[in-house]
């Protein structure tokens, strides 16, 4: 079995502009987080997929692989799938390009789910953490996730799932970005339009379910570190400084 790593690296972001070319102690963040794809030593290659010339030359000037995108793409994932035709894999893994703390036991977690599928019953899986805290069940920014008795998941939102009718918070899980997918399933998601549930919560995952994909959610107890905001570039040269010393 194949599997590729695609990390999607747009430019523009609105809440922090640029960020993945940000220095991050010697080396952009784009370029740690392909880094650390490749060191984990689960992939057979490693792409980086942007829009810009910068983050493309950023790459390719250190010796890696970049691939230039169209720039009107409306998540990470349609980014990843215009080039998921051309590239000989059985899996993709979608990394985040913000993400240079990535955990490899997380990714061969992904990885090990195709593995054991047999039947090819999934299409997709995915990550999820669960939720300790009421504040961070109710913060719209956490994507929260339900899922059956196998694991699938139901659905997606922004809002507090499964909500608590007796006001006494209980067991959730919050999505995590991570995807990795069938090639066949993702080459199917790139001809499809947003859909309906997808515009309202601005979630991309609501377009895999509203179309009939099977996504396999996996549990894990690691806390990725995402870089949104100045804030977190910070906490994170901060993190890289503690690890040096250590």
Same mark, same amino acid.
């Given at each position: 079995?194949?599997?590729?790593? =695609?990390?999607?690296?747009?430019?523009a972001?609105?809440?922090?502009?640029?960020?993945? =070319?940000?220095?991050?102690?010697?080396?952009?963040v784009?370029?740690?987080?392909?880094e650390?794809?490749?060191?984990?030593? =689960?992939?057979?290659?490693v792409?980086?997929?942007?829009?810009?010339?910068?983050?493309?030359?950023?790459?390719?000037?250190? %010796? %890696?692989?970049?691939?230039?995108?169209?720039?009107?793409?409306?998540?990470?994932?349609?980014?990843?799938?215009?080039?998921?035709?051309?590239?000989?894999?059985?899996?993709?893994?979608?990394?985040?390009?913000?993400?240079?703390?990535?955990?490899?036991?997380?990714?061969?977690?992904?990885?090990?789910?195709?593995?054991?599928?047999?039947?090819?019953?999934?299409?997709?899986?995915?990550l999820m953490?669960?939720?300790?805290?009421e504040?961070?069940?109710?913060?719209?920014?956490?994507?929260?996730?339900?899922?059956?008795?196998?694991?699938?998941?139901?659905?997606?939102?922004?809002?507090?799932?499964?909500?608590?009718?007796?006001?006494?918070?209980?067991?959730?899980?919050?999505?995590?970005?991570?995807?990795?997918?069938?090639?066949?399933? =993702?080459?199917?998601?790139?001809?499809?339009?947003?859909?309906?549930?997808?515009?309202?919560?601005?979630?991309?995952?609501?377009?895999?379910?509203?179309? %009939?994909?099977?996504?396999?959610?996996?549990?894990?107890?690691?806390?990725?570190?995402?870089?949104?905001t100045?804030?977190?570039?910070?906490?994170?040269?901060?993190?890289?400084k503690?690890?040096?010393?250590?």
């Amino acid at each position: 079995m194949k599997v590729v790593a =695609l990390i999607p690296a747009r430019y523009a972001s609105e809440r922090f502009p640029g960020k993945l =070319l940000k220095d991050l102690n010697g080396k952009s963040v784009i370029l740690r987080t392909y880094e650390a794809a490749v060191n984990s030593h =689960l992939f057979q290659e490693v792409y980086v997929i942007t829009d810009h010339q910068d983050i493309f030359n950023e790459i390719q000037n250190s %010796g %890696g692989k970049a691939l230039m995108s169209r720039k009107n793409h409306p998540s990470g994932t349609d980014r990843i799938a215009e080039f998921a035709p051309n590239i000989d894999a059985d899996i993709f893994i979608n990394i985040q390009g913000d993400e240079p703390f990535i955990d490899p036991e997380q990714l061969a977690s992904l990885i090990e789910v195709f593995k054991n599928d047999s039947s090819s019953a999934i299409d997709i899986a995915s990550l999820m953490i669960k939720i300790k805290d009421e504040n961070q069940f109710n913060n719209p920014n956490n994507v929260k996730v339900v899922f059956d008795k196998n694991n699938f998941a139901l659905y997606f939102s922004r809002a507090p799932i499964p909500y608590p009718r007796n006001n006494r918070f209980q067991e959730a899980y919050k999505h995590i970005g991570v995807y990795a997918f069938r090639k066949s399933a =993702l080459i199917k998601i790139a001809r499809l339009q947003e859909s309906s549930l997808e515009k309202i919560e601005k979630l991309e995952n609501l377009r895999f379910l509203e179309n %009939g994909f099977s996504i396999k959610m996996v549990a894990t107890e690691h806390i990725n570190f995402g870089i949104d905001t100045q804030d977190d570039l910070q906490e994170a040269i901060e993190f890289l400084k503690n690890q040096k010393n250590d």
